[in-house]
């Protein structure tokens, strides 16, 4: 599906459906193959499953500054967290993304919606961890790279404290 049809799709929704979005990830290079999986085959049982859309970025495509690779996830906000939650449990399972025991994620936010994650002094993004229980961390502004217009949201704990937090955020969007 091409980004016009797509926009046409949002805009025929009923307003009963869910409403689809888009949230990008960022993944060790290394775990790239862990979420593709052989020919392709876990990348397309977990967009069988959930009904997300879920595309990598090709081997050389890295975010700016890391080497990461980007996976963008197209949606309903439940097809795109069931598609999270069955790729941060692959990851689990090879020993990918995990930091201090716990599994990571990064988010790719846009800098123009970080206000919306923030708060007022902070108090929303407070409240998200205090509501998910996990860590939530927001790259700051000073340390983005020239012509980068995104800033990574960092979120650690337990995989339902994790999953709690990037609802709560993907809400927030």
Do not use: W
């Not at 085959?41 to 890391?66: D, H, K, M, Y």
């Not at 995104?150 to 993907?170: F, K, N």
């Amino acid at each position: 599906m091409d980004a016009e049809q797509y926009h046409h799709q949002q805009d025929g929704a009923d307003d009963d459906e869910e409403a689809t979005m888009i949230l990008k990830l960022l993944i060790p290079g290394t775990a790239a193959g862990s979420i593709i999986g052989k020919g392709g085959s876990t990348i397309n049982e977990f967009q069988t499953q959930t009904g997300a859309r879920i595309q990598l970025s090709r081997n050389a495509e890295v975010f700016p500054g890391t080497t990461d690779r980007m996976v963008t996830l197209g949606g309903t906000a439940t097809a795109i967290l069931g598609a999270m939650h069955l790729m941060i449990n692959k990851l689990i399972a090879d020993g990918e993304s995990i930091v201090g025991g716990n599994p990571q994620i990064k988010l790719v936010i846009p800098n123009a919606s970080c206000g919306c994650i923030i708060g007022k002094g902070g108090a929303t993004i407070r409240s998200f961890v205090e509501d998910s229980q996990a860590e939530i961390k927001l790259s700051s502004q000073d340390r983005m790279l020239p012509g980068v217009t995104d800033r990574i949201l960092t979120v650690t704990g337990a995989i339902e404290h994790v999953l709690r937090a990037v609802a709560l955020v993907a809400t927030a969007l």
